[in-house]
């Protein structure tokens, strides 16, 4: 019984993480830095644009390694 106690903590985080990441989807157009950082790749060629935000991806995964961190050591 005490892994489906488990199981279902794993689901609501998984549900709550979920959300989150839609939230920020949501409220992404009010955020203006978010995408348009320096560093981040976009090369326009005649017929084929190509971004890669790396800069963004690198600060929201330090974003979420300092949550997960303090969600975990407490």
Same mark, same amino acid.
């Given at each position: 019984?005490?892994?489906?106690?488990?199981?279902?903590?794993?689901?609501?985080?998984i549900?709550?993480?979920?959300?989150?990441?839609?939230?920020?989807?949501f409220?992404g157009d009010? %955020?203006?830095?978010?995408?348009r &950082?320096?560093?981040? /790749? @976009?090369?326009?060629?005649k017929?084929?644009i190509?971004y890669?935000?790396?800069?963004?991806?690198?600060? %929201?995964?330090?974003?979420?390694? &300092?949550?997960?961190f /303090? @969600?975990?050591?407490?």
């Amino acid at each position: 019984m005490a892994e489906f106690s488990h199981f279902g903590k794993i689901l609501i985080i998984i549900g709550l993480i979920t959300a989150g990441i839609g939230l920020l989807f949501f409220a992404g157009d009010k %955020i203006p830095w978010v995408g348009r &950082l320096p560093g981040d /790749l @976009f090369i326009k060629g005649k017929k084929v644009i190509f971004y890669f935000p790396i800069t963004t991806c690198i600060i %929201i995964s330090v974003i979420m390694t &300092l949550v997960l961190f /303090l @969600f975990r050591h407490k």
